[in-house]
């Protein structure tokens, strides 16, 4: 479980997270929607400590995985990135086959001793999204020759190959088709009750298919949280209201 | 057509015309160059010239091998010496530092850079030479006076770190920063990433840096002509005088129109450093142009 | 399991700490050489300073005579470097203008003029030296004043060209079209586009007087070398590179010490070219690398 307690983020002379206090329950899907520049990705950005590479950011507050304190501890940085998987907005392949792709995680925590074994895990995560099949015999052309929406489920793949807890998504199919788009968010639903997914998500009808819970962001503020049918059906604040009529987006 | 806009046909015509005479300064170069070594090139043949050891001026002998094998050991010294230190220096600028260490490291670059040839041949002659001569050559041959292939290697390594250092940060800030954030979502540390991610996407344009460097130190003339000891022989070893091509072109050009031929031998010199940095250079540019492009 | 992924942990840091290390090792050679390079310029060079060695001229020979200073090297290099730079810009700014305005974005002259520039820009010193030489003998001309700026001159261009050229290439496009579309034709849009590239101009002429001061291989065949101040563009000139080159070997100590003189002469006036180059990158455009 993702906790998130009074956390601020400045980058430079802004206040992009004001006083953000979340909690992403396990096992389900949870949807940030909010205009854009109202810090959804920021906020995805430092659950992972990515944050930590761009200039002139601080951060101060919480951010407790599975209890432990991520933002100010000497725990091993690398360790949580593992546990903590990433889906970008463009599909990005690395230099290097499909299979290496994969494989890349596993070899960086050395996760199998024996080759067959990676062999295996590998073919199973392409599996797992489908593209076992439709690449077959291509296992060793270079990735960036598959099709952007294969790309985007390459990268998917090459998260669930380091077993993590969470996947964070940050508009994970802004940059696909509509039927590529379709195929990955399918993924995510199949997956949610392995996984707990965090989804940054432009679009407001992707949220309502698929989203168990909602976290309605404006201007670095939580405005309003919960679950899905509440926050769509029933929302509290005026602003909700306002960004589902359409009022603003 | 009105007056203004004769001016603007008029301005074309005439940046056109210049803007080909330029290009064309790469043609005549090498014509003038190839006329001026003809009568050598009549004398023998070009194997004996480019592989012949005998250089003996006076009788027509014009064996370049001493000199090749001189400018290909100083080269690939001086490169095999700075490209492991600029390699590192700018994966630390590009994956490492932050913006106060790079506020301070590329004036530090810029002035090593922009010091002149003959000031780091002083430099060499008052630090590299002695040094060599009096802690580094003892260990290992009876006496040298330190002027050798290792001097020049280091004073032109040196030289061209400043060269590879901006061309590598060129090249690794062309990585779009989604894959070392894919790479490091994955559970990398940085140096995983810099070494599986940046460096291998990098490969091309590593190696056109590299054989632009090495272009760049294969035409340096005076601060190695002041430390490799000048002496016409093939190199050995290290610690082996040497004399490579631009060296032999500087120093004898006050002679060279009192023997007969010996101006011609001097001008073919410099004509086949002009090609083999020709050919370097244009490979070099054009992966490092395809790569500029992928960029945008 | 547990056990296993702190060691895989452990691995990890090490490694990274390994290379670290390697990082700020080669950071420290860099910097020490550049330290040790200044420093045995400096210091020998200010031993051997003295109010005559840059108001005099060489007495008795400047290879042998224990007299006087090297005025004849400083005038000489600024008479050489001076000429050069403007034949360069006046050559140099036409062209870029013409790459960056006349051309479009794809064209394939400019791709050939670009490459031609960068290749002429790797060319070798002592080639244009060779070069030039080859063209003076071939107009009559001996070691002279003249021989030197054009061989300057044709050394410099890509240099101008090259840096400009990057400067026009961050340059917004949307300003050229609104000059067009005011009805402005293209060559008088130059006025604007000047202006605009400005600090790239300033840092090409510094760059260029910076490599142009320092050269010694391509001079060294065509101003060659001389005891007096030319005081016609046919006579010989002296230059500071070849001051501090030719006088280094002399068996004399007043002589080497005038060399030393001139190399702290030589590197000051470069370092205080790249500093100011540094400071109008900083202060007018996006922070580059060269």
Excluded at chain 1, 73 to 89: A, C, K, M, P, Y
Excluded at chain 1, 103 to 115: D, L, P, V
Excluded at chain 3, 265 to 278: F, Y
Aim: glycine fraction near 6%; charge should be positive; include cysteine.
């Amino acid at each position: 479980m993702i906790e998130v307690k009074k956390l601020n983020v400045h980058i430079g002379d802004n206040h992009i997270l004001k006083d953000v206090d979340l909690l992403f329950p396990e096992r389900s899907i949870t949807c940030i929607v909010g205009p854009s520049g109202c810090g959804k990705s920021t906020l995805l950005r430092t659950l992972n400590r990515l944050i930590d590479s761009t200039e002139g950011v601080r951060i101060d507050g919480q951010v407790l995985v599975d209890g432990e304190d991520i933002i100010d501890s000497q725990s091993d940085i690398t360790e949580l990135r593992r546990r903590i998987g990433l889906v970008s907005q463009r599909p990005c392949p690395l230099p290097m086959s499909i299979y290496d792709n994969v494989a890349y995680g596993c070899r960086i925590n050395r996760m199998f001793k024996k080759r067959r074994e990676l062999v295996v895990h590998v073919r199973q995560c392409l599996r797992a999204v489908g593209l076992l099949d439709e690449i077959k015999g291509r296992m060793h052309t270079p990735a960036s020759r598959l099709s952007i929406g294969q790309q985007q489920r390459l990268c998917l793949a090459r998260s669930l190959a380091v077993h993590p807890d969470y996947i964070l998504a940050d508009e994970a199919t802004s940059a696909l088709d509509p039927i590529s788009s379709k195929t990955v968010e399918d993924l995510f639903v199949s997956l949610k009750d392995r996984y707990s997914i965090i989804m940054v998500t432009h679009t407001l009808r992707q949220a309502l298919r698929i989203a168990d819970n909602v976290v309605f962001m404006y201007l670095g503020e939580i405005i309003e949280t919960g679950p899905a049918s509440q926050v769509f059906n029933n929302p509290q604040k005026e602003l909700t209201q306002k960004y589902l009529s359409g009022a603003f987006s | 057509m009105n007056v203004r806009t004769l001016k603007d046909r008029t301005a074309k015509g005439l940046m056109l015309t210049m803007t080909v005479v330029a290009i064309l300064t790469v043609v005549a170069i090498a014509v003038g160059l190839y006329l001026k070594s003809r009568p050598v090139l009549d004398s023998q043949s070009l194997s004996s010239l480019l592989f012949g050891s005998q250089w003996r001026p006076l009788k027509g002998q014009f064996g370049f091998l001493p000199f090749l094998m001189g400018t290909v050991w100083v080269t690939l010294l001086a490169i095999a010496f700075a490209l492991p230190i600029s390699l590192f220096t700018a994966i630390y600028i590009t994956e490492y530092a932050r913006p106060m260490v790079k506020r301070f490291v590329f004036p530090v670059l810029d002035i090593l850079a922009a010091l002149p040839s003959v000031v780091y041949g002083v430099w060499g002659i008052l630090v590299v030479v002695p040094w060599i001569s009096n802690h580094v050559a003892p260990h290992y041959v009876d006496f040298s006076t330190g002027y050798t292939v290792l001097a020049a290697g280091i004073v032109l390594g040196i030289m061209v770190l400043p060269l590879l250092v901006s061309l590598f940060i060129e090249v690794f800030s062309s990585v779009p920063a989604e894959l070392r954030e894919a790479s490091l979502s994955l559970g990398a540390t940085r140096w995983q990433t810099a070494l599986r991610v940046v460096l291998r996407r990098s490969l091309s344009g590593i190696l056109a840096s590299s054989v632009l460097a090495v272009s760049r130190a294969m035409g340096e003339t005076i601060a190695v002509l002041m430390v490799c000891g000048c002496v016409v022989g093939l190199p050995h070893g290290l610690l082996d005088a040497c004399y490579p091509i631009p060296a032999l072109i500087a120093n004898n050009y006050g002679e060279m129109l009192s023997i007969p031929l010996y101006e011609s031998a001097l001008m073919f010199a410099a004509l086949i450093l002009f090609v083999v940095v020709l050919i370097f250079n244009l490979l070099s540019r054009i992966v490092l142009y395809r790569i500029e492009k992928q960029n945008e | 399991m547990n056990n296993k992924k702190n060691k895989v942990s452990v691995g990890k840091r090490v490694k990274e700490f390994i290379a670290k290390l390697l990082m700020w090792v080669s950071m420290a050679v860099v910097f020490v050489f550049v330290v040790s390079v200044l420093w045995t310029i400096f210091s020998k060079g200010i031993k051997a300073m003295s109010w005559d060695m840059v108001s005099k001229l060489p007495g008795g020979g400047f290879y042998i005579g224990k007299e006087g200073g090297f005025l004849n090297a400083i005038v000489g290099s600024l008479m050489i470097v001076g000429a050069s730079t403007l034949l360069g810009l006046i050559v140099s700014v036409p062209v870029v203008f013409f790459l960056n305005v006349y051309l479009t974005k794809g064209s394939r002259l400019a791709y050939v003029a670009r490459l031609a520039f960068d290749v002429l820009f790797g060319v070798p010193s002592i080639v244009y030296g060779a070069f030039g030489f080859t063209l003076m003998i071939w107009f009559g001309l001996r070691t002279s004043l003249l021989g030197g700026i054009i061989v300057i001159t044709l050394l410099i261009i890509p240099i101008f060209i090259r840096t400009m050229d990057e400067a026009s290439r961050n340059f917004p496009k949307g300003i050229l079209d609104a000059c067009l579309s005011l009805g402005a034709t293209r060559w008088e849009t130059l006025k604007v586009v000047v202006r605009q590239i400005a600090p790239g101009i300033a840092t090409a002429t510094l760059l260029s007087v910076g490599r142009a001061i320092g050269d010694a291989a391509s001079v060294m065949f065509t101003a060659g070398y001389t005891d007096s101040i030319p005081t016609s563009l046919s006579q010989p000139a002296a230059t500071l590179p070849l001051a501090v080159f030719f006088q280094l070997s002399s068996p004399i100590p007043e002589v080497v010490d005038r060399a030393y003189a001139a190399a702290l002469v030589l590197t000051a006036i470069v370092l205080v070219l790249s500093i100011a180059g540094r400071f109008i990158t900083a202060r007018f455009s996006r922070n580059k690398v060269s």
